[in-house]
């Protein structure tokens, strides 16, 4: 994220805070974070926060498009500050490091549905999942 933050909340609609910034900041230097993961950050910038206050924060900042919240099955939802390019994921099964994959195919929403029931459809989420080299390794390994 780019630019000055305050501005960005400003031009949102958003009354500046310093909770707000510190989670921004935070979501910007940590691609893919957990709610667990920022609160950490935040704390350690700041000061005292609620859990509660982080995550109304989040809800807040991805209903103005200013983060993008990824939810992978089995896995707590994850916050990135790639927001408008629908991009897609690509993430390890063994260690859950997660990677960014640009559009599939083409420009938003990447994919075309066999049958789009009469919808509108500007986005498509996919995650793909594997093994990254690391676990991959280390299961060759364990035998």
């Known amino acids: 994220m780019k630019g000055d933050l305050a501005q960005l909340l400003r031009d949102n609609g958003l009354q500046v805070t310093a909770q707000r910034l510190a ?3 935070a979501v910007s230097s940590r691609a893919h974070a957990t709610a667990d993961e920022l609160i950490g950050d935040v704390r350690d910038e700041i000061g005292s926060i609620s859990r509660q206050a982080v995550y109304d924060t989040l809800g807040v900042l991805v209903e103005k ?3 993008r919240r990824i939810q992978p099955a089995g896995s707590p939802a994850r916050y990135e500050d ?3 390019d629908n991009h897609h994921h690509l993430i390890c099964r063994g260690c859950g490091s997660t990677f960014d994959i640009d559009c599939v195919v083409g420009a938003a ?3 075309t549905a066999a049958d789009d029931h009469g919808f509108e459809i500007d986005e498509a989420e996919v995650i793909f999942w594997g093994r990254c080299p690391s676990c ?3 299961a060759d390994e364990a035998g």
């Open 23 to 25: 989670i921004l900041r």
């Open 65 to 67: 498009n200013l983060i």
């Open 82 to 84: 790639r927001v408008g």
């Open 109 to 111: 929403p990447c994919l």
């Open 136 to 138: 991959r390794k280390a």
